[in-house]
């Protein structure tokens, strides 16, 4: 169903706790007090190796800081504060959020739930799938040049000149992208809208 992690004191009791509680059609992980990955769900091994990244085995995830896999300080940030939500107030918080491919609009919720030992599960659900036409700039495979654009790690928006986030076949579009060689690298950045809406679940006030 999923792997696990050896651990002792705390950790080990809420392996105990959870062990068998994580649905098989899940896409989920769960984490220790510390962040660190105590299980991933069969479908997230699944998932990882579907959209391009097989090296990410239960081998060399269990165990590991949650850190070590997201990319870019707003990203860290909005999930550290989602993550602080839910311990700190003992309940379930959940957000919106698209986890596209090349080929695939994935729109999907992503919930974070309190555990025992100050523990958290982490999931997701996908809503709904719309298929497109390929997209070469959302494919890891591709070669890339120097150069790097910003995509919303939530909306999957790309950030173009003048602070305007666009959708991807936009932003290609707009780039002249089409028939490159070597398309821009993805750096990952929170939009606005985003990150509003994060900041409201969690009850910040973005203008203070």
């Known amino acids: ?26 896409v989920g992980y769960r984490i220790d007090s510390e962040d660190r990955i105590l299980f991933v769900s069969h479908n997230w ?21 949650l850190w070590d896999f997201v990319a870019g300080k707003e990203t ?4 550290s504060l989602l993550f602080a939500t839910a311990r ?27 555990l025992p030992y100050n523990g958290l599960e982490v999931s997701s659900e996908t809503i709904r799938e719309d298929i497109r036409p390929y997209i070469a700039l959302l494919d890891p495979r591709v070669s890339r040049s120097g150069e790097f654009l910003t995509i919303c790690s939530w909306c999957k928006r790309i950030l173009l000149a003048g602070g305007e986030w666009a959708e991807v076949e936009v932003a290609v579009s707009r780039l002249d992208l089409f028939g490159m060689s070597l398309l821009p690298q993805l750096s990952h950045g929170v939009c606005g809208e985003c990150m509003g809406k994060i900041d409201a679940e969690c009850d910040i006030d973005s203008s203070s």
């Open 45 to 65: 091994l699944k998932f990882a190796n579907r959209n391009g990244a097989p090296n990410l085995n239960g081998d060399i995830v269990i165990g590991r800081s």
């Open 88 to 114: 700190a107030n003992q309940r379930t918080v959940s957000f919106s959020f698209r986890c596209d491919s090349p080929t695939c609009r994935r729109y999907a919720r992503l919930s974070v739930a309190p």
């Open 1 to 26: 169903m999923f792997s696990a992690a050896g651990k002792s004191g705390q950790g080990s009791r809420l392996a105990d706790l959870v062990r068998e509680t994580m649905g098989q059609d899940l």
């Open 76 to 79: 860290r940030y909005l999930s």
